[in-house]
T-cell receptor, first 112, second 114 residues
Framework: GEDVEQSLFLSVREGDSSVINCTYT??????LYWYKQEPGAGLQLLTY?????DMKQDQRLTVLLNKKDKHLSLRIADTQTGDSAIYFC????????????FGTGTRLLVSP | DGGITQSPKYLFRKEGQNVTLSCEQN?????MYWYRQDPGQGLRLIYY???????QKGDIAEGYSVSREKKESFPLTVTSAQKNPTAFYLC?????????????FGDGTRLSIL
């Protein structure tokens, strides 16, 4: 079945690391994505990882994938107040078109 | 700069009225998508189109209609049959059939009931 779960809230202090977690159920997922949504705006692609990779690093962002446990995480190093937003993980299913299944989103609040 | 433009940013609907949300892209993408976002929920797929003059229902198509007469444009009509239309609507586009080509999103239209 298609189901992607995330915790709803995360609160951190500026300068700390943030870790946002996601679990998914479909083992046929090909790519897994992280999107950021600021208030009143659309989704901005942050990074993505192919399902046969374990880790991907992109500047302050580190994505870890545990395919056995179907667990995906996004670590933001040196979190800034501008990182406050909703973060969505999404899995891309192996269908006839690029179907994305989104999690409910994690609201990250960064306090000074 | 290439991107996706959604208009209007805010839209109000009266009872029994159809309203149309605009989505235009200049990314030269063949595939386009419409999603609905409700508070505390992820995005749900309404309709998608992989090529001009072709479109398919997504997971929550009831009460909505689309057209795809031009590659650049994928308007969504929220009909009076949609009894709970208040939501944030997002349009996206991508290169079709390749999972490593991510979907790019517009800035959304917020629809409310008068």
């Amino acid at each position: 079945g298609e189901d992607v779960e995330q915790s709803l809230f995360l609160s951190v202090r500026e300068g700390d690391s943030s870790v946002i977690n996601c679990t998914y159920t479909d083992s046929s997922s090909t790519y897994l994505y992280w999107y950021k949504q600021e208030p009143g705006a659309g989704l901005q692609l942050l990074t993505y990882i192919f399902s046969n990779m374990d880790m991907k690093q992109d500047q302050r962002l580190t994505v870890l994938l545990n395919k056995k446990d179907k667990h995906l995480s996004l670590r933001i190093a040196d979190t800034q107040t501008g990182d406050s937003a909703i973060y969505f993980c999404a899995e891309s299913l192996r269908t006839g078109f690029q179907k994305l299944v989104f999690g409910t989103g994690t609201r990250l609040l960064v306090s000074p | 700069d290439g991107g996706i433009t959604q208009s209007p940013k805010y839209l109000f609907r009266k009872e029994g009225q159809n309203v149309t949300l605009s989505c235009e892209q200049n990314l030269n993408h063949d595939a386009m998508y419409w999603y609905r976002q409700d508070p505390g929920q992820g995005l749900r797929l309404i309709y998608y189109s992989q090529i001009v003059n072709d479109f398919q229902k997504g997971d929550i198509a009831e009460g909505y209609s689309v057209s795809r007469e031009k590659k650049e444009s994928f308007p969504l009509t929220v009909t009076s049959a949609q009894k709970n239309p208040t939501a944030f609507y997002l349009c996206a586009s991508s290169i079709p059939g390749q999972s490593n080509q991510p979907q790019h999103f517009g800035d959304g239209t917020r629809l409310s009931i008068l």
